[in-house]
Nanobody
Framework: QVQLVESGGGSVQAGGSLRLSCTAS?????????MAWFRQAPGKEREFVAA????????YYGDSVKGRFTISKDNAKNTAFLQMNGLKSQDTGVYYC???????????????????WGQGTQVTVSS
């Protein structure tokens, strides 16, 4: 089991920045657990945003956020971060943290492949 608690959402004007945090706990969580962020806008499917695969240091991003968002992790605090810069109105949505100890690389882009989810945090970007 892995429990995920997100924080850091809010409202910001276009061009602004936010940093989301996701703190993990539970017996199944280790430093090798893959951490990811997805988002969901009203009426749309959950969309891949970013992932940090196991403890490899390799990061992956959705095309719409490349160059603007950065995923990172603090192993000592069991916390993953999503630094979001240059926010646009189309970035608005509920952002979810996801984790999975055994997911394979080819599956990290699909929300349905992750076993553990946070409660979500709202991000609203006004233009």
């Amino acid at each position: 089991q892995v429990q995920l608690v997100e924080s850091g959402g809010g409202s910001v004007q276009a061009g602004g920045s936010l940093r989301l945090s996701c703190t993990a706990s539970g017996p199944s969580f280790t430093r090798y657990t893959t951490m990811a962020w997805f988002r969901q806008a009203p009426g749309k499917e959950r969309e891949f945003v970013a992932a940090l695969f196991r403890n490899s240091g390799h990061t992956y991003y959705g095309d719409s956020v490349k160059g603007r968002f950065t995923i990172s992790k603090d192993n000592a605090k069991n916390t993953a971060f999503l630094q979001m810069n240059g926010l646009k109105s189309q970035d608005t949505g509920v952002y979810y943290c996801a984790a999975d100890p055994t997911i394979i690389l080819s599956s990290i882009f699909e929300a349905r492949q992750f076993d553990y989810w946070g409660q979500g945090t709202q991000v609203t970007v006004s233009s």
